[in-house]
């Protein structure tokens, strides 16, 4: 942009009123940074940041607004522990049938030593999720059935180029 003197004049008027850049773009036709620019080329005196804030003043107060994202995992309900009472009976253990296992061992949880594999099986989240827990491959995370199916040689692309 060419600043005349005539638009030099009307920026300082706009910026003495007290008007915000991108106000004072809208009304000269031109961008806030052209407007920042040339007020800082001619010295004008700088705007209050509307981030530095007065340290005395009140903090705003959240307005409420959820996070966008979902919570990784579900918080474990917090129960409060009961007195204990001096008349209470043991209870028994309850014993959790588990579903049948396909073939070869299978973990409820993730993997507890690097001697066995740590195959998925089933949908995670899902209450039949498991590890497959046979024996791994020395140097892999897998057994070998399941090593099997995860390292694919890559083929040579010269083979199919003929």
Known sequence: MDWTNEAIDRLRA????GHSTAEIGR?????KNAVVGKAHRLDL???????????AAPRPVATGRRPTLPPLRAA???VAAAPRREESKPVA???LA??????GVVRAFPRVSSKACCWPIGEPGTKGFRFCADPAMGGKPYCAEHAALAYVRVKDRREDAA
Do not use: H, Q
């Open 14 to 17: 706009l910026w003495a009123e």
């Open 76 to 78: 474990m309900p917090v």
């Open 27 to 31: 009304r000269m036709g031109i961008s």
């Open 45 to 55: 005196p700088a705007r209050p940041s509307p981030i530095r804030r007065d340290p």
């Open 93 to 95: 253990p309850t014993i």
């Open 98 to 103: 588990l579903p049948p296992k396909p073939s």
